[in-house]
């Protein structure tokens, strides 16, 4: 692979559409979460002022109706952006910088270790997310720290794997036998000179990860798992009012999937031109 | 290639033994513990110790875990009618996954059905996925850079990671009540036939058809590309062959096999997606399955789908592997890696 420098990165992402598409959409929906409780047209949580106001069509009141406890549908999908990102990015950073470390080591060490956590890792990768989710919540009881730390726990390995393949090729080159032969410490090797080396690698593994995360914590939410039955949450949102579908109450439904679907994509269009600057 | 095999085969199974023990180690991480949890908050200590006895969760941990893999003579707690431990008399290996701690019927029964249903709606989903989207690939990479290549491409990726119970949702809206072409949910009545039952499975398998698209589209489009600017392809292109008989015989053959690897490799998404789809459309597969048993805490249940989810995954593994190594001579005839 020919060494791309920077400002060549950054001319490819420049110009490329889909990231730019991908960052506006993203940016939008952190905006929301930090500031959507603020703009939004009524209080998200609002208990019901009037219960015969619940599940009203869109009006010009209520740009997308009411919910089944009259609560506003456009201010809970803008103030549901929260949740599911401070939650994806946690876990997205926990699996990340655990997995990083143990790819440091794994890639770096080789050998016996390299092949026992191969092994763990198969195993993990045979058992599907959601059900790997769905176990530990069970255990753990329907918690939103839970779902951090399960979604942080198997991203670990997952990037690890990634990591370790980019330490492999590069433990090969002559700035690494030199600073072997200046008899530096392993940990001062895999953190400060081989780790500024890979950080590409793991911001791209990092922006398809969050993609995941919220596929998996969205998923979640809509199975009744993780997130407390208040909290504005689109998953949640999903999993409430599906069931009025069958009487053509479309709205409190459509709106927090379009929200969801313009969210999964908008970051994965991000990742995607990210991973194309980055080769 | 027997070595191979044999190496492989060898491999799936030490990652089982893993699974074994990973689930065995989810179980335990429980609060409190499996029988408080069945009896409920108004048990007296004698039940409990009664239920912990039944369930055989009064004893060290490594001898249960080896009697849910290994299995479990019973010999010395005979004497009562149901007193085998809750994780199998027979032991896992072979077949015996114990009872249900919330249905009461034994779990590899509960879980022959879930499978057979699950299989079903997994077939319809490869049989409409597979062709389609090896045929998005390969018009994406002869249109390369095109208007039609992108929008198959950034089309195919965002439909793949949009989660499935949004998708579902959307079409349930469109599709079934709408224009109501569909049924909302997938469960077929009583003696449908075969038809019937296929109507009822394509809405739901729609679902997992967007989400697989994309990502079979992009490794045949990766492969096509490859393939296309092969020596061997301008060599065949120069030698004055016809350019769809250039595709059939040299890009296309060698595109396939890495997709081949892919399909399979796809299985775990797609018992991952029958949760939340068998969910929504109402349906008896084994993703219901595990969400009614996480939602009980029915650890014997669950902890036997999750085996049964994981030796699908790793028989399908094998087989990709086997497919692939079979269609290319140089790991067919020994060549070492």
Request: with cysteine; proline share 5%.
């Amino acid at each position: 692979m020919p060494a791309v420098s920077g400002s060549q990165r950054w001319k490819v992402l420049r110009r490329s559409a889909t990231f730019w598409v991908g960052l506006g959409i993203t940016t939008m929906w952190v905006f929301f979460a930090i500031f959507g409780d603020f703009i939004a047209p009524y209080d998200p949580l609002g208990v019901p002022q009037d219960i015969l106001n619940r599940l009203a069509p869109p009006s010009a009141e209520h740009w997308f109706g009411t919910d089944e406890l009259g609560r506003d549908v456009l201010s809970r999908v803008m103030a549901g952006a929260r949740s599911v990102m401070t939650i994806a990015l946690a876990a997205t950073v926990i699996g990340t910088v655990v997995g990083t470390a143990v790819g440091l080591m794994v890639g770096y060490f080789g050998g016996i270790l390299d092949d026992i956590v191969g092994r763990i890792l198969d195993a993990f990768l045979s058992i599907p997310l959601v059900i790997t989710g769905l176990l530990a919540l069970a255990a753990l009881g329907p918690n939103t720290f839970g779902v951090v730390i399960v979604i942080g726990l198997v991203f670990t390995p997952l990037i690890a794997k990634t990591v370790r393949a980019a330490v492999l090729s590069e433990r090969q080159l002559d700035y690494v036998t030199a600073a072997q032969l200046r008899r530096e410490n392993s940990f001062y090797i895999l953190f400060v000179e081989i780790l500024p080396n890979v950080t590409s690698v793991i911001v791209v593994e990092f922006t398809v990860r969050l993609g995941y995360a919220i596929f998996t914590i969205l998923a979640l939410a809509f199975l009744g798992f993780g997130i407390e039955p208040s909290v504005p949450d689109w998953g949640l949102a999903i999993s409430q009012h599906y069931s009025y579908l069958t009487g053509n109450v479309w709205w409190p439904v459509l709106f927090p999937a379009l929200a969801i679907a313009s969210l999964v994509v908008g970051v994965n269009l991000l990742a995607d031109g990210i991973s194309q600057a980055v080769e | 290639m027997l070595r191979y095999i044999a190496r492989r085969i060898g491999l799936a199974i030490i990652t089982l033994f893993l699974i074994t023990i990973i689930v065995f180690a989810g179980t335990q991480i429980l609060p409190g513990n499996v029988a408080q949890r069945i009896a409920g908050p108004f048990a007296t200590a004698e039940q409990m110790e009664q239920l912990a006895y039944r369930l055989g969760t009064d004893r060290p941990l490594w001898s249960q875990y080896s009697d849910w893999v290994f299995g479990w003579p019973c010999s010395a707690r005979e004497t009562d009618q149901s007193g085998c431990p809750a994780l199998g008399r027979g032991g896992a290996i072979r077949g015996d996954l114990g009872t249900s701690a919330a249905l009461s019927r034994p779990v590899s029964q509960l879980l022959g059905r879930a499978v057979v249903n699950s299989a079903k709606l997994a077939v319809v989903a490869f049989v409409i996925v597979v062709p389609l989207s090896i045929l998005g690939g390969v018009v994406a990479a002869l249109r390369r850079g095109k208007l039609t290549d992108r929008i198959i491409t950034v089309g195919g990726l965002s439909a793949t990671v949009i989660p499935e119970f949004v998708s579902g949702i959307v079409l349930i809206l469109v599709f079934a009540i709408w224009l109501d072409w569909f049924p909302g949910t997938a469960t077929a009545p009583q003696g449908a036939g075969f038809f019937e039952q296929l109507y009822y499975l394509i809405l739901p398998a729609m679902p997992l058809v967007l989400v697989l698209f994309g990502y079979i589209a992009k490794i045949t489009r990766a492969g096509v590309i490859e393939a296309l600017d092969a020596d061997y392809t301008r060599t065949a292109t120069l030698k004055g062959l016809p350019r769809g008989r250039v595709i059939r015989r040299d890009v296309l053959r060698n595109a396939l096999l890495p997709t081949i690897a892919v399909v399979a490799s796809q299985v775990g998404y797609l018992i991952g997606g029958l949760v939340v789809v068998e969910v929504l459309f109402n349906y008896q597969g084994i993703g219901r399955l595990v969400f009614d048993a996480s939602k009980k805490a029915d650890f014997p249940v669950l902890a036997g789908a999750v085996l049964v989810i994981a030796l699908a995954f790793q028989v399908s593994m094998l087989l990709a592997d086997l497919a692939y190594s079979w269609l290319n001579p140089r790991i067919r005839l020994g060549a070492e890696e």
